[in-house]
């Protein structure tokens, strides 16, 4: 008599002779599923019981014939995301403290270093300034991605009907407050009263910016945040304006500056919310990979505005003789050498995108590309900081 769970169906069948259950003396499983009831006694047909076995038998047997599913790592039914497993939340929370922590360090040290050597006047508060610019612009690229990604959202069918949680009005009012610490910054650098801040060049284009933005943040908590484009681009025209004091031609250095700096908002903050987005579809792939799909030809052209006015800002502002002795000069190099890894990065996701139906590698090698496009924002705002490079140039 059997008593017990079955066996394992896919443990392994013992040798003709083992003798895994008998009847009687003689009697042995031949490993096929037939049983002999001893010398010159017919099986009785695959995977059934003789006369006179005992009930148990009979469900043993036809559990050999019907085993159950085996559950294992390569059948295991999928979460449907997508987009890979869900990665548990302390390594991810760990590595964007990480990137924020490493983020922090390179605003604050970044102008000190890129300047070393080249025998430059020292900008007083380099590294609070850059980290203030660091957060302005991030905060602009949000606010803009923010406008510009649900429009390729809405086109798509059969998409889920969730969105992901607006960052706008949070992302407008840490750059107002990132624009108000430069005014409090340039006053005490220049022992000017608030006031009197205003009343100078740069004090009231950062006044400019902090309302600018005010006023997108109040249209971020509306009905209407689309409304939000004329202030940001209000702010835009006024960081142009500020970032290019120079005596020769400044307002073609505003104008590319303009250009740029909207391009790369919508690259940065477009790719972002597209990536929230994506991971919020996780259990629809189809609809995230068009997504992905509509964004990478959107940022096509962006990247190509990119690279026409940065080339043309880097020929009209930086002599070739004073590329390596120069802290602006440096800093580009850096900066291109993060804009070739992105660019890469973007290439590859891209070709998988279209190669595979599952959007789970471009998803991660987007994410990547988003990873070094934080960086981008932090040397770019380095560049705003450090000295023209012109008068180096010049010295005898």
Same mark, same amino acid.
């Given at each position: 008599?059997f008593?017990?769970p079955p066996?394992?169906?896919?443990?392994?069948t013992p040798?003709?002779?083992a &003798?895994?259950?008998?009847?009687?003396?003689g009697?042995?499983?031949n490993g096929?599923g037939?049983?002999?009831?001893?010398?010159g006694t017919?099986?009785?047909?695959p &995977?059934l019981p003789?006369?006179?076995a005992?009930?148990?038998?009979?469900a043993?047997?036809?559990s050999?014939?019907?085993?159950p599913v085996a559950?294992?790592?390569?059948?295991?039914?999928?979460s449907?995301?997508g987009l890979g497993r869900?990665?548990?939340?302390?390594?991810?929370?760990?590595a964007l403290?990480?990137?924020?922590l490493?983020?922090?360090?390179i605003?604050?040290?970044?102008?000190?270093l890129?300047?070393?050597?080249t025998?430059?006047?020292r900008?007083p508060?380099?590294g609070l300034?850059?980290?203030?610019?660091t957060v302005l612009f991030?905060?602009?690229?949000?606010?803009?991605g923010e406008?510009?990604?649900? !429009?390729?959202?809405?086109p798509?069918r059969?998409?889920?009907?969730t969105?992901v949680?607006?960052?706008?009005?949070?992302?407008a009012?840490l750059?107002?407050a990132a624009?108000?610490? !430069?005014?409090?910054q340039?006053?005490?650098?220049s022992?000017l009263g608030?006031?009197?801040?205003?009343?100078?060049r740069?004090?009231?284009l950062?006044?400019?910016i902090a309302? &600018?933005?005010?006023l997108?943040a109040l249209?971020?908590a509306?009905?209407?945040p689309?409304?939000?484009?004329a202030?940001l681009?209000?702010v835009?025209?006024?960081?142009?304006i500020?970032?290019?004091?120079?005596?020769?031609?400044?307002?073609? &250095?505003a104008?590319?500056?303009?250009?740029?700096?909207?391009a790369a908002?919508?690259?940065?903050g477009?790719?972002l919310?597209?990536l929230?987005t994506?991971?919020l579809?996780r259990g629809s792939?189809?609809?995230a990979?068009a997504?992905l799909?509509?964004?990478?030809r959107?940022?096509?052209w962006?990247?190509?505005?990119?690279?026409?006015?940065?080339?043309a800002s880097?020929?009209r502002?930086?002599p070739?003789?004073v590329?390596?002795?120069s802290?602006?000069g440096?800093t580009?190099?850096?900066?291109?050498a993060?804009m070739?890894v992105?660019?890469?990065?973007?290439?590859a996701?891209?070709r998988?995108?279209?190669r595979d139906?599952?959007?789970?590698?471009a998803?991660?090698?987007?994410r990547?590309? !988003?990873?070094?496009l934080?960086?981008?924002?932090v040397v770019?705002?380095?560049?705003?900081?450090?000295p023209?490079?012109?008068?180096i140039?010049?010295?005898?």
């Amino acid at each position: 008599m059997f008593s017990g769970p079955p066996a394992d169906p896919a443990a392994p069948t013992p040798p003709t002779g083992a &003798g895994t259950s008998s009847n009687g003396p003689g009697t042995s499983s031949n490993g096929s599923g037939t049983s002999s009831t001893g010398p010159g006694t017919s099986a009785t047909g695959p &995977g059934l019981p003789s006369a006179g076995a005992p009930a148990d038998a009979a469900a043993i047997a036809l559990s050999i014939v019907v085993p159950p599913v085996a559950v294992t790592p390569d059948v295991v039914p999928s979460s449907g995301d997508g987009l890979g497993r869900t990665p548990s939340r302390f390594p991810v929370t760990a590595a964007l403290a990480a990137a924020g922590l490493l983020a922090l360090l390179i605003a604050l040290v970044g102008p000190g270093l890129a300047a070393r050597g080249t025998g430059e006047l020292r900008i007083p508060g380099a590294g609070l300034t850059t980290l203030l610019r660091t957060v302005l612009f991030t905060a602009l690229a949000v606010h803009l991605g923010e406008i510009l990604a649900p !429009q390729l959202i809405r086109p798509l069918r059969g998409r889920p009907r969730t969105a992901v949680r607006s960052w706008s009005l949070y992302a407008a009012l840490l750059g107002t407050a990132a624009a108000a610490g !430069q005014i409090v910054q340039l006053a005490a650098v220049s022992g000017l009263g608030i006031t009197e801040t205003y009343a100078t060049r740069d004090g009231g284009l950062l006044l400019l910016i902090a309302n &600018g933005l005010v006023l997108a943040a109040l249209c971020a908590a509306s009905k209407r945040p689309a409304f939000a484009l004329a202030p940001l681009a209000v702010v835009i025209g006024a960081e142009a304006i500020r970032a290019h004091p120079e005596a020769y031609s400044p307002e073609i &250095g505003a104008a590319l500056t303009v250009v740029h700096l909207t391009a790369a908002s919508l690259w940065t903050g477009g790719l972002l919310y597209v990536l929230r987005t994506m991971w919020l579809w996780r259990g629809s792939p189809v609809a995230a990979r068009a997504l992905l799909g509509r964004y990478a030809r959107l940022a096509i052209w962006l990247y190509v505005a990119l690279a026409a006015t940065g080339t043309a800002s880097t020929l009209r502002r930086l002599p070739l003789d004073v590329v390596f002795t120069s802290a602006y000069g440096r800093t580009l190099l850096v900066k291109l050498a993060l804009m070739a890894v992105v660019s890469a990065l973007a290439v590859a996701a891209r070709r998988r995108m279209l190669r595979d139906t599952d959007p789970a590698v471009a998803h991660r090698l987007a994410r990547r590309e !988003q990873v070094v496009l934080g960086a981008v924002v932090v040397v770019s705002a380095i560049l705003t900081v450090v000295p023209d490079p012109h008068w180096i140039s010049m010295r005898p």
